[in-house]
């Protein structure tokens, strides 16, 4: 049996805070195991000013961005230059306040058996669209899977989410994702930039790693909803404002309208609410998400004319190579 790939471990200093998480990696049969932590600011960061667009970020989010995200960033792009610097294919990231589910290291096998002529991340932990106050939601799901574990399916996404906290990703991406680094500074908390359209993110089904109950975030301070009224209008407000500025903001990042569509969470998320695309798919809870898969068909029909999903000649390779 091939061996696992790498697993590195993003903590906020050179400590992980949770030794429990390694005791279970390595349970379950992984050996290279590593940390990838940077704090910010740091004796070998950089200024705020040449990491960050302070002025993009600011009209993008109405705040200004924290250095808890800024380190966490340069964290994962530590872990993206460990794999470059290695012989793998493949580099498995968690977040050092999570917890492994059975079958992680069935679904980390089949992640790195996928043909790697496509740059991909792999998400292990449910990707988000939503929120406490809305209820937490994936991006729409293809219901036909990229491939099939014994207890765990891999299924591209139409469009992006946020919220990881366990991903696999391989060495294209990861090539994409530092490039990107280099030429532009950041202008989103994500772990990765927009500008990395030509990435296709999948989702493990089930989710095979959490959040710990009860963890501190490193970050700062979790933003945590109520279920007033006004919350919900504000919440809804800062929400179109980010899908209405967003392409015209970062339009210049994306070849065309589609490829920001593919990416971006927020506007994918407010189109799939339209009548002849709302409650479309079979749905599925999982640790009170909700999955909604569907089919390639459907896909087809109702979602290609406003550039979701993934092209047709994206898969053909995979096809043929099974």
Known sequence: ???????????????????A?????????????????????????????????????????????????IGCYLSHQLAYQTLLALPDEWVVIVEDD????????????????LPTHRP???????????????????????????????TVALHETLFGGWGIVGYVINRRAAELLTQAHTIR???SPADWPPITTEISLVQAFPPVICEQ??????????????????????SKARTLRICILGYHMMRSEFRHFHGYMRWAYGPARHLVRLP??????????????????VSDSLVRRRFRWIGLGPR???????RESA
Not at 277 to 293: A, P, S
Request: hydrophobic share 35%; aromatic share 8%; charged share 25%.
């Open 1 to 19: 049996m091939d061996p696992l790939p790498p697993v590195r471990i993003v903590a906020g200093g050179k400590q992980v805070r949770n030794r």
């Open 21 to 69: 998480l390694v005791d279970a990696l390595e349970q379950v049969g992984f050996t290279r195991i590593s940390i990838a932590g940077t704090t910010f600011p740091g004796p070998d960061t950089k200024p705020r000013l040449e990491l960050v667009d302070e002025v993009l970020f600011r009209r993008y989010f109405s705040r200004t961005m924290k250095d808890g995200e």
């Open 98 to 113: 999570s917890e492994i589910l059975p079958g992680f290291d069935d679904a980390v096998r089949v992640a790195a058996s």
């Open 120 to 150: 991909l991340i792999i998400a292990l932990s449910p990707l988000e669209t939503g929120s406490p106050l809305h209820g937490f939601r994936a991006p729409l799901l293809r219901s036909e899977p990229l491939a099939m574990g014994h």
């Open 185 to 187: 500074p950041v202008t």
């Open 213 to 234: 109950e009860q963890a501190i975030s490193t970050i700062g301070t979790r933003y945590e909803e109520d279920s007033s009224l006004r919350t919900g209008i504000v």
């Open 276 to 293: 002849w695309l709302r409650d479309c798919g079979d749905v599925i809870y999982f640790r009170n998400h909700e999955f909604r898969f």
């Open 312 to 318: 047709t000649q994206e898969r053909e390779p995979e």
